[in-house]
């Protein structure tokens, strides 16, 4: 298959949102109608692929890589291992946290993957990304013209969609240079009080849809513990009828914007619509969030953007976390 004809899809979110989770269901559901997946986790946790491979953590090309002393002297089979249902699995890797560059990984996965065909005969390829925002070695899936299609895990919560209106924000950045589009948000439910209509309005407002409202259910952590998605552990239950139906849309989307991100105050004003912001104090955590995630990701996109320009010089040294 040729490049043209692979669609590369991104997950992004909240730290503890389930879009790992969410994910791995997903596109679990997508193999099952015969769509060919290639997963490339983005976290240096490697967590992206627990749920397809059965195991609590994949070897990372960063890993090897540092073993070996290059990423040259990897195979292809030694990081790409085949799931359930045939779904290709490889994890970039990072550093421990306050080591080094955590985007390093990401970088040189792709870069591997790419020169040694893992894009080849697979119909998507999907990056389950670290991060509340889009900057530095985190973008890397769009800053590079790689995924085109991003969609965001959020909930009624707080947190949850200020993360989601800051990672839309990030893809607009890239939106005109690197022809990435917003595919949607997905709900991934809290219980929060009219929190599906709450997301549809906020989707409205960063000029995309809810894609899809994944209700909350105890038998996606019971999965979970066994390591197993919810397609494999009951595949004749209703979340598993949910997450077919996620599939589904997105395998079938064709509504792909370039988002318009919203004001921290019209942001504001919509959560004490909703009653989800009811005091002045958390409106004050709120936008002293705001201005911590703005500072925290200008900080990253120098530091970041600097490493990714050494490593496409060759002058970034593989250290093993």
Known sequence: MSDEKIRQIAFYGKGGIGKSTTSQNTLAAMAEVGQRILIVGCDPKADSTRLIL???AQT???????????VEDIELEE???TGFRDIRCVESGGPEPGVGCAGRGIITAINFLEEN???????FVSYDVLGDVVCGGFAMPIREGKAQEIYIVTSGEMMAMFAANNIARGVLKYAHTGGVRLGGLICNSRKTDREDELIETLAARLSTQMIHFVPRDNI???AELRRMTVNEYAPDSNQAHEYRTLADKIINNTNLAVPTPIEMDELEELLIEFGILESEENAAKMIAAADAAKEAENKLEDAEGEALEALK????????S
Do not use: F, M, P, W
Not at 117 to 123: F, T
Not at 313 to 320: C, D, F, S
């Open 79 to 81: 990081v790409v291992i």
């Open 313 to 320: 010089k060759g002058n970034v040294e593989i250290v093993a």
């Open 220 to 222: 996606v952590q019971h």
């Open 117 to 123: 065909g893992a894009y080849s005969d697979v119909d």
């Open 60 to 70: 990372t090309v960063l890993h090897l890589a540092a073993e070996r002393g290059a």
């Open 54 to 56: 059965h195991c609590k």
